[in-house]
């Protein structure tokens, strides 16, 4: 094998684990996204703060 093959192959195999997970995580993602998909409700916020901490 010469320097150039050896080079492109470790360029190759550079590129091939930088984009796999992220490739993964995209098309992985997408399955999940919409199965899990909920609606999140907060309580109605009140104008009165609470009472945390008693003055002395």
Do not use: H, R, W, Y
Not at 18 to 23: E, Q, S, T, W
Request: hydrophobic share 50%; proline share 5%.
């Amino acid at each position: 094998m010469s320097l150039i093959d050896g080079l492109l192959l470790t360029l190759l195999n550079t590129v091939a684990c930088l984009m796999l997970p992220k490739m993964l995580s995209v098309i992985l993602g997408n399955k999940t996204k919409s199965e899990s998909q909920s609606v999140i409700e907060l309580p109605a916020s009140s104008s009165e703060m609470p009472n945390l901490i008693d003055a002395v």
